[in-house]
């Protein structure tokens, strides 16, 4: 049976059962896709917390290293756009990778997904118990509880929100990311204003302020401050006019989100002065961010960026619970996993069989971790470390699939853009994405935050899940030809 990839289509067609019932439904707007998967992101979070690694390991010349990260995903934009238009159900990075790659790298890859955001899911997850916590005992002045009764709240919450209508958590998002942008930019406009120690310096856009001997590091940890690209495809299904919202929110994703990093972290920079910054940082890292908002904002600043960090985990989250139940819904449609996964909710539109599976897939996790008295700090190193550098080995398959895609349509690419859209941007893309999973691979006991051995095992674990997911599809290709016919998001022949 041939793994040939699907036929050109003139748009996105989202693919519908016999009875159609298997198709998503929502509105959601470009606006919307935007905030989706910068919610993922977590801008609070990021610059509350990783921006300060991002410094640590890349000096002062941080900026620049989220410009470089940003020109990197841009490139990555530009393929994956292209090939967008020609899929007939572009539902996820699985899709794109299953039409260029073929059907067993694409089910290996979409194992791989599963797993990645499962480990992200748990390790935020883990870390929102924590400072969820710390938030009610200190600032409010609440009683202490277990992080897992948060943690485990947080996935009620969010079970319930992916059974009703997208259009439901997407308003919540919104509404979650706007506070936390706002915030951040009245810390940036204010230190713009007022300047910091040694006024308003130009030197951290300096190629020369960069520690070239932290800054493979550097990078890495400003890739995985990008997560959550992968929305605009998992949601197409309940976008509206997607040609032309997949596309725009894939672009304006990541030239908001780049240019927000690259402003937020010259801010910070400024504000404690490129001489007395990593000094702050190696005193206290937690309060980098919370002190300087205090200095240059007030106090209400501060503690708003207290509560706002627990609202951008959450929304972290809950972005996280959507994309995680699309994807099982996408592999019980496509009859991969058991076919319930795939079933819709007449009145909503949403995946809720699979929403509730993940939520309590998720939480029954949780409690295993509070019976074993796992630490919560090990577990968000550990299994959030492991989660991003599995979703950017997606997006590298990405990369390679569109090449591969276009190059058996020679044909088709016989102009400049075209190449440059098909085959020169993708290259350069894969190229720097494959770099930072190399970093990443190579000093995975500092990204992950365990030891060598721990390192590993964990690398191990992830190329074991790719070849569970090949070698299920290729029983599938000799035992269930008609389900083999269905990976990556096609239609099953009539």
Not at 66 to 83: A, E, H, N, R
Not at 372 to 401: C, R
Request: hydrophobic letters at 55%; proline letters at 5%; one cysteine or more.
């Amino acid at each position: 049976m041939s793994e040939e990839s699907p036929t050109p289509s003139a748009g996105i067609r989202p693919a519908k059962g016999e009875n159609g019932s298997r198709s998503l439904s929502g509105h959601i707007g470009v606006v919307e896709l935007i905030f989706s998967v910068l919610a993922f992101a977590a801008p609070m979070l990021v610059v509350a917390s990783f921006m300060a690694v991002v410094i640590t390991f890349g000096g002062v010349g941080a900026p620049l290293i989220f410009l470089i990260t940003t020109v990197v995903l841009l490139l990555f934009c530009v393929g994956y756009v292209k090939m967008t238009n020609y899929l007939p159900n572009p539902g996820a990075f699985y899709a794109y990778i299953t039409a260029g790659l073929g059907k067993r790298v694409g089910l290996g890859a979409s194992f791989l997904a599963v797993f990645g955001y499962s480990l992200f899911a748990l390790g935020s997850g883990s870390f929102f118990g924590v400072i969820t916590n710390s938030f009610v005992v200190e600032t409010l002045g609440g009683p202490e509880l277990p992080w897992w009764i948060y943690s485990i709240a947080c996935f009620v919450v969010t079970g319930t929100l992916g059974y009703l209508r997208i259009g439901l958590s997407v308003k919540l998002l919104s509404a979650v990311l706007a506070l936390e942008v706002l915030l951040v930019m009245v810390f940036n406009l204010a230190v713009t204003k007022t300047g910091g120690p040694e006024g308003r310096s130009l030197a951290p856009f300096d190629p020369g302020s960069l520690n070239m001997s932290g800054l493979a590091l550097g990078v890495v940890f400003a890739s995985v401050c990008f997560l959550g690209f992968e929305a605009t495809a998992v949601f197409c299904e309940e976008t509206k006019d997607p040609e032309r919202t997949v596309p725009r929110a894939a672009y304006l994703s990541v030239l908001l989100i780049g240019g927000f990093y690259i402003l937020s972290a010259w801010a910070m920079i400024t504000a404690y002065g490129t001489q007395n910054i990593l000094g702050a940082i190696d005193e206290d890292f937690a309060a980098v961010f919370p002190n300087a908002m205090e200095t240059y904002v007030g106090v209400w600043g501060r503690d708003a960026v207290l509560l706002l960090t627990v609202g951008s985990c959450f929304a972290c989250m809950l972005a996280v619970q959507n994309i995680m139940s699309r994807y099982c819904f996408h592999l019980g449609a496509d009859r991969i996993l058991p076919a319930g996964l795939g079933r819709v909710h007449p009145r909503f539109g949403s995946p809720y069989v699979s929403s509730v599976i993940v939520a309590a897939a998720v939480i029954t996790m949780f409690v295993v971790f509070a019976v074993t008295g796992a630490d919560p700090a090990i577990l968000y190193g550990l299994l959030s470390g492991t989660g991003g550098v599995v979703i950017m080995i997606l997006m590298f398959l990405t990369s390679l699939a569109v090449v591969a895609f276009f190059q058996r349509r020679s044909s088709e690419i016989n102009s400049p853009r075209a190449q440059w859209s098909a085959r020169i941007a993708p290259t350069i893309s894969a190229i720097g994405l494959g770099i930072v999973i190399y970093l990443s691979l190579k000093h995975f006991d500092m990204v992950t935050g365990g030891s060598a051995v721990i390192a590993a095992l964990l690398q191990v674990l992830i190329v074991a899940v790719f070849v569970v997911g090949w070698l299920f599809a290729t029983w599938l290709r000799g035992n269930r030809p008609e389900v083999f016919a269905t990976i990556g998001r096609n239609k099953p022949p009539a």
